[in-house]
């Protein structure tokens, strides 16, 4: 019996579809049914075939003792008051005994009946043992991590290296030496041997899902660290469990029968299968076939039917195998999206550095941030003294090389850091700073103030929620007071707003195209109104059809809703069609903020230079690109930090960080070459001009 289907294994989530409320207990039938209707035939006729005999079975256990009229352990009948007649030994099946007798003088249905309870009852406790153990060791282990997690694993390993019956034979052993024998011991030596099964894909689903994006995107949404752990960690991981556990049922049987076939199970004369066919193993030469056939045929039936329960209920709850047999999502036409006229020139205009004026108080507005984080190497600060606003509706482009501290930005405006990460400086959000805010408020903030959107959506939903209860938890978790039916009507328009038929608001992410999911997060991140979205590469894994209408929603966005939209991006194409102003970082610092006009025509900054000069576009005839490498951010170079690969570099450019100046109207520098800088510039020394794709750096 294998449980290596049960790590994708999916919820069993019985929410109503549109326009189908039902009440009561007719609506939770109706929901708990769902699932199953849904499930392939096969699998149907797998859980209800496997299931018919169980039920069977149990009602042989429960309700056949007081129908038959002989006892398991009853070798003798009264034949008249206070007078006994013993049962004759090995009688074959007949009309008095319908599977014969033993040679202990015991009537084979009646051992076959009472074997059935015990089996049952040694079953349902050895399978609780282990799931309690199991699961609140692989929890702790997976998520607290550290010394524990090693403990618990190498404890867990040795247990699982040995063999099942020998591991239960010595449990058995250690507990006569405390318990005297019956269903109790017998229960924890046979629970014993699936104690580091549930603890191994508990602790290893543990630890995958608490790193998954989607519990970062929770996060990200203000869940608390509560549903994080529950509804996230808990709940994924728990979908693990009924599969293993009926499996493991059905193994139990057979691990209490061997242990009974070698007489170290429940102790004679009770009723056990494997004890009764260690008994009649003699009988079988002797022609004497009905002493051995019924417990083995009992056991076979059983096992079975547990194991037909368990790989059709793996297929029923894992969503992932139920669509494998069907004909595929139904194919949607192409959503229509009206691209409003998008007003590129707002908070394009002068300002301080970092900032556009604008009437309005800023969205965001981030003063001296510096984001870090403990390395091998030592502290390393990805994100260093950085300053600059956003606007109500105003859109701003972050560009630069890899590594050089954009996601990191991004990131710690939501204060959502790796371990280890730290966050220094102030992002005011609507007035308040993120950086001194508590948790609680904290997650109050995001979702509700800022909202995120990743690169790669299907790593950021949930793969066992439909996106109806992404947006349920997500609305209820910050306006409680919201009804499920309301949130859901909202998850409705939310969608439609994305172009994605509301009708689909019940599929799950994996039943919708990469277009379509980023669209969805779009809307989970809006739900609330933000002030304002960062978005991480949110078309990178798109392609450029979907790329446009993503960029149009964002326009949408911004021009109808006033939303703040800070683009995190190595595309600077993406950046001139979308953005107002664009911040160009290099090694921690902006080296250069202003408007994208005056910027991606007029750059001054030798690396926003190169920047653009290594940019192909349909006038491109010659590819340049900047010489080197990003700094080590552990031990960065002193003064400007571009000053290793500058083609301008100067003595002094070494000594002290520069400056960000005024170069341009609205356009600031970090660059020695101009006025303003911090140094005066040398004589002689002209900044560099013209269109660097055509003179290169
Ligand atoms: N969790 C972390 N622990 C240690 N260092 C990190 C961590 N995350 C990022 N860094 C380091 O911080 C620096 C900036 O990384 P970051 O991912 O913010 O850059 P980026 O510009 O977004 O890069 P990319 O465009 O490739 O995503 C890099 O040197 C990176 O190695």
Redesign the pocket.
């Known amino acids: 019996m294998s449980t290596e289907n049960v790590d994708a294994v999916g919820p069993v989530r019985n929410d109503p579809t549109p326009g189908e409320q039902k009440t009561g207990v007719r609506a939770r039938l109706s929901h708990a049914w769902r699932p199953f209707r849904r499930a392939s035939r096969v699998s149907r006729v797998l859980i209800f075939s496997g299931l018919g005999i169980v039920v069977l079975f149990l009602l042989m256990a429960f309700v056949g003792p007081l129908l038959y009229e002989y006892g398991g352990t009853q070798y003798r009948v009264e034949v008249a008051p206070g007078e006994f007649e013993p049962i004759k030994a090995l009688q074959p099946p007949s009309g008095e005994h319908p599977l014969g007798t033993t040679r202990d003088q015991f009537d084979v249905l009646a051992r076959i009946i009472d074997g059935a309870s015990l089996a049952f009852a040694v079953m349902a406790l050895a399978v609780s043992i282990a799931m309690i153990a199991g699961v609140t060791l692989g929890l702790l282990s997976g998520y607290r991590g550290g010394p524990i997690d090693r403990a618990l694993v190498t404890m867990m390993d040795a247990v699982y290296a040995f063999p099942a019956l020998v591991l239960a034979i010595i449990t058995a052993f250690a507990l006569s030496a405390i318990m005297s024998p019956g269903v109790v011991p017998a229960a924890a030596a046979v629970g014993v041997v699936y104690i580091p099964q549930y603890f191994r894909v508990v602790r290893n689903h543990t630890l995958s899902v608490k790193q998954e994006p989607f519990v970062e995107a929770a996060r990200s949404m203000g869940a608390k660290e509560r549903t994080v752990l529950g509804r996230y960690v808990f709940f994924n991981v728990v979908q693990t469990v009924p599969v293993i556990l009926t499996l493991n049922a059905a193994d139990s049987i057979l691990v209490l029968a061997s242990l009974g076939f070698l007489g170290y199970g429940v102790p004679p004369p009770t009723a056990e299968w494997g004890y009764d066919i260690s008994r009649a193993i003699t009988d079988v030469p002797a022609g004497i076939w009905w002493t051995a056939l019924w417990p083995g045929l009992a056991i076979v039936i059983l096992v079975t039917a547990l194991t037909l329960v368990g790989e059709g209920l793996n297929d029923v709850i894992n969503p992932l195998l139920r669509s494998r047999g069907k004909t595929g999502p139904k194919i949607e036409p192409a959503p229509r999206e009206d691209t409003p006229a998008e007003d590129h020139t707002a908070g394009a205009a002068t300002g301080a550095a970092g900032s556009a004026p604008q009437a309005a108080r800023p969205s965001v507005a981030v003063r001296g941030l510096r984001?870090g984080?403990?390395?091998p190497d030592g502290p390393?600060w990805?994100?260093d003294d950085v300053s600059f606003d956003i606007h109500p509706g105003e859109s701003l482009g972050l560009v630069?090389?890899?590594?050089?501290?954009?996601?990191?930005?991004?990131?710690a405006l939501m204060r959502l850091?790796?371990?280890?990460?730290v966050v220094r400086g102030r992002v005011e959000v609507a007035g308040e700073d993120m950086v001194g805010l508590s948790e609680s408020r904290l997650r109050r903030k995001r979702g509700e103030d800022l909202g995120l959107v990743f690169q790669e959506p299907m790593t950021r939903l949930n793969p066992l929620l439909k996106i109806s209860d992404h947006f349920i938890e997500m609305i209820r978790t910050h306006q409680p007071d919201v009804s499920k039916a309301e949130a859901l009507e909202r998850a409705r328009v939310a969608l439609s707003q994305m172009g994605i038929p509301p009708t689909r608001v019940e599929s799950y992410p994996h039943e919708f195209s990469g277009g379509m999911r980023q669209r969805a997060m779009i809307a989970l991140s809006i739900a609330l109104e933000p002030k304002v979205i960062v978005a991480?590469?949110p078309t990178t894994s798109l392609d450029v059809i979907v790329e446009s209408q993503i960029l149009d929603l964002f326009g949408r966005l911004r021009s109808e809703q006033q939303i703040g939209l800070l683009l995190?991006t190595?595309n600077l194409g993406l950046v001139a069609e979308t953005c107002d102003r664009v911040a160009v970082?290099y090694a921690?610092k902006i080296v250069e903020i202003g408007p994208v006009e005056e910027i991606f025509n007029d750059p001054k900054h030798p690396y926003t230079r190169g920047l653009l000069a290594s940019t192909i576009s349909l006038e491109t005839t010659e590819l340049h690109s900047i010489e080197g490498y990003?700094p080590?951010?552990t031990d960065p170079p002193p003064g400007c930090r571009f000053a290793p690969r500058c083609p301008y570099v100067m003595d002094h450019c070494t000594d002290a960080v520069p400056r960000l100046t005024e170069t341009n109207p609205g356009q600031h520098t970090a660059c020695y070459l101009y006025p303003g800088a911090g140094a005066p510039v040398p004589e002689g020394v002209r900044a560099p001009e013209g269109n660097p794709q055509e003179t290169g750096v």
Do not use: F, I, Q
Request: glycine letters at 22%.
């Open positions: 984001v984080y403990r390395t390393l990805a994100v630069g090389e890899s590594g050089c501290g954009k996601s990191s930005l991004g990131r850091m790796p371990p280890g990460g991480d590469e995190v190595h970082m921690g990003p080590n951010l």
